[in-house]
Structure formats: structure tokens, C-alpha cells
């Protein structure tokens, strides 16, 4: 009868959910030995001058191979290192393996790679974290003038006294700020304008859509028209087809990164893409 049946169904959403914690609970045990383990990888994608369509620069993106599941997408492993406090080793490991990569791969190239990570909010707040950054790119060799943080939006509604420090700290150190995802989260002009920012990138929904959709071509244009106005570089993400990257170019906006120009690439895929310095075998 009724009363049995809504019983059963409670017990059948008890069991779907407890799978789910049970799932979420593995998946963070297994999150402590990927480091150890060397299950995460980078990829890099690439940044092109929107002009030239030259590489200039190159962002890590992590990869999480996981032995049981394959590969996991960033946007989960990324949150459960988050809640579970393996963020500030994964973030380090990341920066410091992305960085002597690059720095290595630089020697064999006639302009030097610059190079784009992503930080988390949760270490962006961490009170020693620009001592560990500052640690970390000078164990790597890499220049502190080819790198940029990448950060959302989102970090800077939480203390902005305590953001604007973090970041001045790391310009003293002659690193570069871009703003990710520009355009999706809280976007106050003032405290953009007022804090220590290189960079913005236009999230890749607006690209996405802005060649069908009127709104998001404004705010492209918007976003592109205030990176010129303010000395920011202004960069295009999710550029996928030739018309889009035509008209961000024809708007101005000097770099554009998308599967149109490549997708993220393991480090010896990279290689082939880039101008070698021509070397005399002499040894
Ligand atoms: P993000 O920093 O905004 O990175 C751009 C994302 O868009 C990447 O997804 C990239 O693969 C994807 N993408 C690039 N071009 C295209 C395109 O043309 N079309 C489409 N549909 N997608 C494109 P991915 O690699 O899955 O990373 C997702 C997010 O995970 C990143 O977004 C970033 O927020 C985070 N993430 C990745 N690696 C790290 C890391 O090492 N540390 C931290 N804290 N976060 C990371
Ligand atoms: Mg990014
Ligand atoms: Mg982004
Ligand atoms: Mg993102």
C-alpha cells in the first residue's frame, strides 16, 4: 500500500545518496596517493598573438588518471582537493613541474614560452602562499617575468585588503596577474581598476556564442575595450572556429587560446609546434 511504497522510495533515495557519499569518499582517499603515485599530468595549450598567430605563451592545465576511472576532468578533482586541503601540494607540484618544464624547454627555442598557471582561491588565501610561490619559481630557474597566476574573479569579493597584499606582494616579484574566466562572476570595474591586473581573459561562454548572440558579442567587445583603456592584455579563451578568431582580431584582442589554434597538449606534443633555435651539431 501508499504508506509502504513511500517508505520504499525514501530507502531507494537513501541508497542512491549513500553510493554517491560512498563514491565522493573514495574518490578523495584515492586523491591523497595521485601526487605519490604521479597520476596527475599537465597538458599545455596554447596562446597565440591574435595578429601573427605566433605561440607566445602556453597555460598548464592538470589531468587526473585516475587507475580505476580514466581521466578526471579538473573542475572535479580539483574541487574535492579544495574541501579535502591536497590543493596546496597538487598547486605546488603543478607550478613547479610546469615551470622547470618550460624553463627547460625554452633553452631550445629562439623567443622564450611564457608560461600561465592556475591558482585556486584556497591557496590564494593560504598566509604563506607568496613564499611558497617565490620558492617554487626560483627553484625552477624560470625568469619570474614569464609566468602569470591565473585567478578568478571570484577571489576578489572575499577580503579585498587582504587580496590586493597578496597580489602586490607577488608583482614585487615581478610575476604577472590575469583575471580567468572574466566576464561570469562579480566584475565590480572599481576594484579591477584598482588592483595590480596584466591580464583578463573573456570566459568562453561569451566567445562561444557571441557570433549568434548580440549580448555576448557586447560584452566581448566591452571586456576587450576596457583591457585597452586600463594597459590589461586581454585574451579570448574557447576560440574554436575561424570566424570567431577573425572577428576577436579585427576587435582588438591580442591573444586568443582555443581548439581552433590547439587543445591542451602532453609537453612532447608542444614541442613539435614551436620554432627550434637552429643549433650546430658541434658535440
Ligand atoms: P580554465 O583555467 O578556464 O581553463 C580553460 C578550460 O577550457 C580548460 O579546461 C581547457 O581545456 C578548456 N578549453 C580550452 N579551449 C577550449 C575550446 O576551444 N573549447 C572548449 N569547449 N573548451 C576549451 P580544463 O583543462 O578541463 O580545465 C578546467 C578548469 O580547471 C580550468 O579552467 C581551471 O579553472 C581548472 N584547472 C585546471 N588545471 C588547474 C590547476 O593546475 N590548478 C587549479 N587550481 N585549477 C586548474
Ligand atoms: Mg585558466
Ligand atoms: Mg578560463
Ligand atoms: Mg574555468
Known amino acids: 500500500d501508499a504508506k509502504i511504497r513511500t517508505n520504499d522510495r525514501v530507502h531507494f533515495v537513501d541508497a542512491a545518496l549513500s553510493a554517491q557519499y560512498q563514491e565522493q569518499l573514495l574518490l578523495e ?3 591523497q596517493l595521485a601526487l605519490a ?3 596527475i599530468e599537465i597538458f599545455y595549450q596554447p596562446q597565440v598573438d591574435g595578429a601573427t598567430h605566433h605561440m607566445t605563451s602556453v597555460e598548464a592545465l592538470c589531468r587526473w588518471n585516475n587507475p580505476r576511472l580514466g581521466y578526471i ?3 572535479v578533482f580539483i574541487a574535492i582537493a579544495e574541501k579535502t586541503g591536497g590543493i596546496h601540494a597538487l598547486g605546488d607540484y603543478v607550478l613547479s613541474q610546469a615551470c622547470s ?3 627547460c624547454l625554452n633553452r631550445s627555442l629562439q623567443q622564450p614560452l611564457m608560461l600561465s598557471v592556475n591558482i585556486s582561491p584556497v591557496q590564494l588565501m593560504q598566509p604563506d602562499f607568496v613564499e611558497r610561490i617565490a620558492q617554487i619559481v626560483t627553484q625552477s630557474q624560470l625568469p619570474a617575468e614569464l609566468l602569470t597566476l591565473e585567478v578568478t574573479e571570484n577571489v576578489l569579493i572575499d577580503d579585498t585588503d587582504k587580496v590586493r597584499q597578496t597580489l602586490n606582494e607577488l608583482k614585487a616579484l615581478k610575476l604577472h596577474i590575469s583575471l580567468d574566466d572574466f566576464g561570469t562572476g562579480f566584475s565590480s570595474l572599481r576594484y579591477i581598476n584598482s588592483l595590480p591586473i596584466d591580464e583578463i581573459k573573456i570566459d568562453r561562454a561569451f566567445i562561444n556564442d557571441m557570433l549568434q548572440n548580440p549580448h555576448s558579442m557586447n ?4 571586456i576587450i575595450a576596457m583591457g585597452q583603456f586600463n594597459q590589461m ?4 579563451e574557447g576560440v574554436e572556429t575561424d570566424e570567431q578568431q577573425a572577428w576577436l582580431t579585427e576587435m582588438g ?3 586568443l587560446q582555443g581548439y581552433f589554434f590547439s587543445r591542451p597538449v602532453p609537453l612532447d606534443k608542444l ?4 620554432t627550434l633555435k637552429q643549433t650546430t651539431h658541434s658535440t
Open 29 to 31: 582517499s584515492e586523491m
Open 37 to 39: 603515485e604521479q597520476q
Open 73 to 75: 576532468p579538473p573542475d
Open 101 to 103: 618544464e618550460i624553463h
Open 219 to 222: 560584452v566581448t567587445r566591452t
Open 233 to 236: 592584455k586581454v585574451v579570448a
Open 253 to 255: 584582442c591580442q591573444l
Open 271 to 274: 614541442k613539435p609546434m614551436l
